[in-house]
């Protein structure tokens, strides 16, 4: 959510010299890896040179509409329960592109009860224990958003064309697409899932 976040010793930027460091170039200043284009590269982006940048949304009311008129193939959040779900589905409207993959969004978080977060993934957690169901864990669902004035509603279902459907019978939104019903999933995850992390962690 805050620049200091990314660049905080062993933070994402830090971290990000493990994945990138023998195949990227580093852009401290603007937080970003440049790849320079290979016969590998071309043949995956269309001769595009890729990047990865890391960012932040600091102000609630106004950074994520610094992202306007930009096309991401890949937007990944860091404690998404930090952000406001307006910086996340604004964010989202940004993901498209033309280079040839499949345009995708990843988040983790730490649970918190009070995060909006937490009522987006309700169907995954029980609701008298609070904890998640382990049997729906990596069940793929689609949702699209409704907006009701100033209020944004999320719609579930478990097809896409569900989702369409509810959106143009119910919600009168005659030109709803495939591009407005997404596929999302949670994943139940703890720290003896990750035999890495348990290592370091002693």
Not at 84 to 107: E, H, M, N, P
Request: hydrophobic share 35%; charged share 25%.
């Amino acid at each position: 959510r805050e620049e200091a976040q990314v660049t905080n010793s062993g933070g994402m930027w830090d971290g990000s010299y493990k994945i990138y460091n023998k195949i990227g170039i580093p852009k401290k200043g603007e937080l970003v890896w440049e790849f320079p284009a290979t016969k590998a590269l071309d043949e995956f982006s269309s001769g595009l040179r890729s990047t990865v940048k890391f960012g932040h949304l600091n102000v609630a009311e106004t950074s994520h509409f610094s992202h306007q008129g930009a096309e991401y193939a890949f937007i990944g959040f860091d404690e998404l329960t930090h952000f406001t779900v307006d910086q996340w589905s604004y964010l989202l409207t940004r993901l498209r592109t033309t280079c040839g993959i499949k345009a995708r969004w990843f988040a983790t978080c730490n649970p918190d009860k009070n995060s909006w977060v937490r009522h987006f993934i309700d169907w995954w957690i029980d609701p008298e224990t609070g904890v998640a169901i382990q049997e729906r864990s990596g069940i793929i669902r689609y949702w699209g958003i409704v907006s009701e004035g100033l209020e944004s509603k999320v719609v579930w279902g478990r097809t896409q064309q569900e989702v369409i459907d509810l959106l143009k019978n119910e919600y009168g939104d005659d030109e709803a697409s495939e591009d407005d019903a997404q596929s999302f999933t949670f994943i139940n995850a703890r720290l003896e899932d990750n035999k890495y992390l348990g290592r370091e962690y002693k």
